[in-house]
């Protein structure tokens, strides 16, 4: 059976002195406003999984990752 995703969820971290910080942010409109959650968004047609998760990082965060891992079954 083949799985076909169309989100992706992206976990933004660093390290610091403190050690490993990681990002997330609270949803503030429907269907689950005050819900915490890390950066998502649909695939669309023309995009790599990885291209998305770029794109969704820039445009919620205004933040441009250093490294990217994947992880793909």
Do not use: D
Not at 15 to 38: A, T
Not at 62 to 73: K, S, Y
Request: proline share 5%.
């Amino acid at each position: 059976m083949n799985i076909i995703s169309t989100m992706i969820e992206a976990h933004i971290f660093r390290e610091s002195g403190k050690g490993i910080e990681f990002f997330f942010s609270k949803i503030r409109g429907q269907p689950y406003p005050g819900l915490w959650q890390m950066v998502t968004g649909k695939i669309k047609p023309y995009e790599k999984a990885y291209q998305t998760a770029m794109r969704e990082i820039k445009e919620e965060t205004g933040l441009v990752p250093v490294q990217l891992w994947l992880h793909q079954q």
